[in-house]
């Protein structure tokens, strides 16, 4: 398995499934990467069953919380029943629902208390409303709860070619190189000491009017060298973006846009990996084999622009 899978396979992530759309919108989800939140929805469709999405989801992000939209009706999957088997087999994962408001107090109550306290989930239950303002902030809150930031203090998405940056170097000469890792306040740029030139700057000297074209996203700022690590093979390049006024990280107005363009980096390649996860789950349940995440086939090249 590569580095790169590995690094997309860490860290906790929580995945809607079947969300209505209507009350949570996919604007939610950058919103709360804002927030250090790794949030995906999981849409029925005819590629594949949701119960195999499921399983291979749980095969793949082993730390993982699933919010299921009991509202939504699939011929013959009865949603109590089939979290109840799930729970079963899969007693570590957290579980939840989310559901629209219902009629009666009544009605709600027996709702929640089949699912909470008959079931036992430990996700809880989330009753939406019409209004998508008030539903993020419920949602919110349910992901606080959850502790679904996971240990990470920030969440990094991994661009191969989509984002690079451009700068002028000591000697006039326009330098592009691809970013690898994105941050809101960090990047890094890794170079192969057989394939291209060590960049000519030093720690902690600061490069201004930096070009950084992220996932089509063209904007200027600064940058300051912050480390250098080396290996047998390759220089690891550890960048901050730093303000005019010598502050750490993007200005709020550029960290919205760069963590936009972040989710939809993050997004790709999350949906990558789980659709060759899959066709390999699909492939060995009909071979009647165990799922193994060491045969996952990720190809760098799929779901990103190239830049031009």
Aim: proline share 1%; hydrophobic share 35%; glycine share 4%.
């Amino acid at each position: 398995m590569s580095d790169l899978v590995n690094e997309i396979l860490k860290g906790k992530k929580t995945f809607f499934i079947t969300p209505d759309e209507s009350l949570i919108s996919e604007y939610f989800l950058s919103e709360y990467l804002y927030k250090d939140y790794e949030c995906y929805f999981i849409n029925n469709d005819n590629s594949q069953s949701i119960q195999n999405k499921i399983e291979a989801i749980l095969s793949v992000f082993l730390d993982s919380i699933l919010f299921f939209n009991i509202d939504y009706e699939i011929n013959g999957l009865d949603w109590f029943n089939y979290i109840s088997q799930l729970q079963a087999k899969y007693p570590e994962v957290c579980i939840g629902v989310t559901y629209l408001k219902r009629n009666s107090l009544a009605e709600r109550v027996n709702l929640e208390h089949r699912y909470l306290y008959d079931l036992g989930i430990k996700g809880g239950c989330i009753q939406l409303e019409y209004q998508q303002n008030t539903n993020f902030v419920k949602i919110e809150k349910v992901l606080k709860a959850n502790q679904a930031m996971g240990r990470r203090n920030t969440i990094r998405a991994f661009c191969y070619k989509s984002c690079s940056f451009s700068y002028e170097d000591k000697k006039g000469r326009n330098i592009t190189k691809n970013i690898f890792e994105l941050s809101v306040s960090h990047f890094t740029v890794s170079i192969k000491k057989d394939e291209e030139e060590a960049l000519d700057i030093k720690e902690y000297e600061k490069i201004p009017k930096v070009t950084f074209v992220i996932r089509g996203l063209r904007f200027i700022y600064n940058a300051i060298l912050y480390m250098i690590r080396e290996s047998d093979d390759e220089i690891l390049y550890v960048f901050a973006f730093i303000s005019d006024s010598d502050k750490i990280g993007l200005d709020i107005q550029k960290k919205k846009l760069v963590i936009q363009k972040m989710y939809e980096i993050m997004n790709s390649r999350c949906l990558d990996v789980l659709a060759n996860s899959y066709d390999m789950f699909e492939f060995q349940t009909l071979n009647k084999k165990k799922s193994s995440v060491n045969d996952i086939i990720f190809d760098e090249s799929l779901s990103e622009q190239v830049i031009k």
